[in-house]
């Protein structure tokens, strides 16, 4: 692992974002490389202390402005945490990359009143947020959002199902998605965003169930049974739920998972590249093979490239250039380059990528994970697609930079 940035990301880091990097380093080292195995062992159990001690270094807060009791740190400094803890847990990447997302269209959608009364104990970790858009029918399409919202007087009612709900385990509060018009209305006008406190009456969450990877971190089913909750928990107006969910989506989501898949991508490289030094073969090892050092070198340039794409694009997003397409392709491109060079790296090992008690396989479970959130690589392409033919979307990084003066959006078409 490295321990110092590596020379080629010096465009993108300030002497802050080293400063976190060595923070980061410091704290995998103490607190998340002795639980790895741990989390492993008991697939079963939710792991809670890792988010309880990254509260406590306030890096839920790291995108809050500090008015609100945040770092202010920006997004380069997010994908510094992530990348950090993913090379070596994958599952403590995961739990701070999922409490970020919701943060984030807090932060953007939320009224003032929302945001002096969240954004605080958001910051400093007393309540971690979810977001929960995606239903066990609907999958992916957020057109087909079954779950309903009501009005009744002052409150809503929410009645409907969510399913692998980052951090549903950990969540003191949930930001569901719902629709609040009939089913011929189009999503974009159809959704509403609403905060839900996770101890409201008829609100309930299936008991976790391990997944194929990132043992410890918790994407489970929540819910929710006539929930009422108060008018002024809307999130945006009425009709904007799909602008919530694609923004932090897009803004969080994206470049969270490109960081996640790089810090897997990293641990890949390095664990491929420590065992073939060091298994011995022909009076040598097996990196001295010019067919095995063609494929760690295949490895090698992947990860690179996947390293650049991801920083250079929140860079990007830092200094408020409109780079929605950036984010998009860092994430679709990163897991890519991750998942191939993971084959790569099971192939090299021959038999012993099988073991379980070696990291490889943990590497190879985990990289399929950030595949479906924040948009599969079919919903990517989809988009880069209308970057290339033009047909342009709304320019989520473009609003960013004039928040303050965010306006009821227009739909698009598609
Ligand atoms: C680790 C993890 C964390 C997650 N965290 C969250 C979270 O915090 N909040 C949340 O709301 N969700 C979360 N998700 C869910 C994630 O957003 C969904 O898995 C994703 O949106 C895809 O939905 P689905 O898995 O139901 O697949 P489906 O929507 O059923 O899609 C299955 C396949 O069909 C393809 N497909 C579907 N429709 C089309 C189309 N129109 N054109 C082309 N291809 C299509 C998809 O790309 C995919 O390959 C998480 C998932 C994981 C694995």
């Known amino acids: ?26 704290f995998t080292a103490r607190h998340v490389a002795s639980r790895v195995e741990r989390m492993e062992a008991a697939p079963h159990k939710v792991e809670r202390k890792l988010s309880r001690l990254m509260a406590g270094r306030r890096w839920f807060g790291v995108t809050i402005p500090a008015e609100y009791g945040g770092l202010g740190a920006g997004h380069v400094a997010k994908t510094v945490l992530i990348h950090r803890l993913a090379a070596v847990s994958a599952t403590a990447a995961a739990i701070l990359q999922a409490g970020l997302i919701p943060i984030g269209a807090l932060q953007h959608w939320g009224t003032a009143e929302q945001k002096t009364r969240w954004l605080p ?5 007393t309540v971690l947020l979810s977001i929960a858009v995606t239903e066990p029918r609907a999958g992916g399409h957020i057109g087909g959002i079954e779950t309903v919202a009501e009005r009744d007087g002052d409150t809503w009612l929410i009645t409907g199902s969510k399913a692998h709900i980052g951090n549903s385990h950990l969540a003191g509060m949930h930001i569901v998605v719902a629709r609040t018009a009939p089913p011929d209305v189009t ?8 905060l839900v406190e996770h101890g409201c009456k008829g ?61 897997i991508h990293e641990a890949l490289v390095d664990t491929t590249a420590t065992y073939l030094s060091s298994r011995a073969r022909y009076g040598g090892h097996l ?48 897991h890519q380059l991750a998942a191939r ?30 595949y479906p959130p924040a948009g599969t690589g079919e919903f990517q392409r989809i988009h880069l697609a209308k970057t ?10 473009e609003r960013l930079a004039t928040e303050s ?10």
Not at 187 to 194: Q, V
Not at 214 to 226: E, K, N, P, S, V
Not at 405 to 414: L, R
């Open 341 to 370: 060079s993971a084959q790569d790296a099971m192939e090299l090992h021959g038999a012993r990528a099988l073991d379980t008690d070696y990291p490889l396989q943990r590497l190879f479970r985990d990289i399929q994970h950030t």
């Open 203 to 263: 609100l309930t969450v299936d008991p976790h169930r391990a997944g194929l990877g990132l043992r410890g971190f918790t994407a489970g089913r929540l819910h929710l049974d006539r929930v009422r909750i108060p008018a002024a928990n809307m999130l945006g107006n009425v009709g904007e739920g799909l602008y919530v969910a694609q923004s932090s989506s897009i803004l969080y989501g994206r470049p969270n998972l490109t960081a996640l898949s790089l810090g």
């Open 287 to 334: 990196s001295d093979l010019p067919v095995v050092q063609d494929r760690l070198g295949g490895m090698q340039a992947r990860l690179q490239t996947a390293q650049t794409i991801a920083y250079q694009a929140v860079d990007l997003l830092d200094r408020k250039v409109a780079c929605d397409n950036h984010l998009i392709g860092a994430k679709h491109t990163g």
């Open 388 to 397: 290339a033919l033009g047909t342009g979307f709304v320019e989520w990084s």
């Open 121 to 125: 104990l958001a910051a400093d970790g």
């Open 405 to 414: 003066s965010w306006t009821p959006i227009e739909p698009t078409p598609g």
């Open 1 to 26: 692992m490295s321990a110092a940035p590596p020379a080629a990301l010096a465009p993108y880091l300030t002497p802050a974002h080293e400063h976190l990097w060595s923070e980061a380093e410091e």
């Open 187 to 194: 999503a974009s006008k159809a959704l509403t965003a609403f």
